[in-house]
């Protein structure tokens, strides 16, 4: 049971926006610690698309983007295309127990 | 091109040992943290735990730690997961991946992810 949590399912037409969220504490993104995204394209490795709560890395389109406030952080798709759908997960630090790097619980975007 | 190339799919019955290996290739290898994830099938990504190669400093997810050993052999740019004896609970697939970032280890990316490493379990 992961101490970052997403919805399981987000879903949009071609073109349309939608943003997942990733809900985690104090002990994690209320602390300071990066989050960071990951795209899973079915049968695939997982692919970094942002770094640092909003950095895309070279090649990765600008429809994606990220944010961070508080214990949150969201990532958001615009003009979703027929290839964004994926599994996305979130991933940071979570400071509690003896520390470690977390996953968030993923979510499944699928275009209508 | 950096690149992380990890062994190929393993078939193991319960009890078992399993080492699986992870080469890494085009960047300096002991200069950056190297992870593994987990994925069982149907399921989300969990984060087991990361190796320094340069000081084999290691750091362990709770979950997994005493049940999985991380090494790593830099003289031949390769990290490595074990087991000593398999559970059928195991089976999952298994990522290794570069972690990337500035400052503290806590904020590392992962970037770039090795093919996966499929691990069965079964009597």
């Known amino acids: 049971q992961s101490v970052l949590t997403q919805p399981p399912s987000v879903s949009g037409a071609p073109g349309q926006r939608v943003t997942i969220s990733c809900t985690g504490s104090?002990?994690?993104?209320?602390?300071?610690?990066?989050v960071h995204w990951y795209q899973q394209l079915p049968g695939t490795a997982p692919k970094l698309l942002i770094y640092?709560?909003?950095n895309r890395p070279s090649g990765v389109p600008d429809r994606f983007s990220g944010s961070k406030s508080g214990t949150s952080a969201s990532l958001a798709i615009s003009g979703l295309q027929a290839e964004d759908e994926a599994d996305y997960y979130c991933?940071?630090?979570?400071?509690?127990?003896?520390?470690?790097?977390?996953f968030g619980t993923g979510t499944k975007v699928t275009v209508l | 091109e950096v690149q992380l190339v990890q062994s190929g799919a393993e078939v193991k019955k319960p009890g078992e040992s399993l080492k699986i290996s992870c080469k890494g290739s085009g960047y300096s290898f002991t200069s950056y943290w190297i992870g593994w994830v987990r994925q069982m099938p149907g399921k989300g990504l969990e984060w087991m735990g990361i190796i320094y190669p340069g000081d084999s400093d290691t750091r362990y997810s709770p979950s997994f730690q005493g049940q999985v050993t991380i090494s790593a052999d830099k003289s031949i740019s390769t990290a490595y997961l074990q087991w000593s004896s398999l559970k059928a609970s195991d089976t999952a697939m298994y990522y290794c991946?570069?972690?990337?970032?500035?400052?503290?280890?806590?904020?590392?990316?992962?970037?770039?992810w090795g093919q996966g490493t499929l691990v069965t379990v079964s009597s």
């Open positions: 991946a570069r972690g990337y970032g500035s400052g503290r280890w806590a904020d590392n990316w992962f970037d770039p």
């Open positions: 104090s002990s994690n993104i209320g602390a300071g610690y990066d």
């Open positions: 991933q940071s630090y979570d400071s509690s127990l003896s520390g470690s790097g977390v």
């Open positions: 640092g709560n909003s």
